[in-house]
């Protein structure tokens, strides 16, 4: 059974940069979709981003286009979320998940009901 564990949390001032790993082990690795979401305390957890390993296509949350990046390796399937320009409101603990996607069950790109298996989470903290 595949496994995800995250990496690369940690602190940054405002501004700052954090690059965020996804490991998967285990079983055979035949997700569609690789995302990350986040979760603020007090809040609900959010889509983040979204990969697709099929056509190298990806969806985004409005709150971080043109600051966040994620990618996959295609040989080992790492996940990264490579994050710039990080603002206090980005502080959550961040999720990495995989499965067919929210587009395949009919909801929307971060429809969790499309990524069954989720890393632990990692914390990552923008604060001056």
């Known amino acids: 059974q595949v496994q995800l564990t995250e990496y690369g949390g940690g602190s940054v001032q405002p501004g700052g940069s954090l690059r965020l790993s996804c490991l998967v082990s285990?079983?055979?690795?035949?997700?569609?979709?690789m995302a990350w979401f986040r979760q603020a305390p007090g809040k609900t957890r959010e889509g983040v981003a979204a990969?697709?390993?099929?056509?190298?296509?990806?969806e985004y949350a409005d709150s971080v286009k043109g600051r966040f990046t994620i990618s996959q390796d295609k040989v080992d399937y790492t996940g990264y979320l490579f994050m710039n320009d990080l603002k206090p409101e980005d502080t959550a603990t961040y999720y990495c998940?995989?499965?067919?996607?929210?587009?395949?069950?009919?909801?929307?790109?971060?429809?969790?009901?499309?990524?069954?298996?989720w890393g632990q989470g990692v914390q990552v903290t923008v604060s001056s």
């Open positions: 990969f697709y390993r099929g056509d190298g296509s990806a």
């Open positions: 998940a995989t499965g067919g996607g929210g587009v395949l069950y009919g909801g929307d790109w971060d429809d969790e009901t499309g990524f069954p298996t």
């Open positions: 285990g079983g055979p690795y035949r997700s569609i979709a």
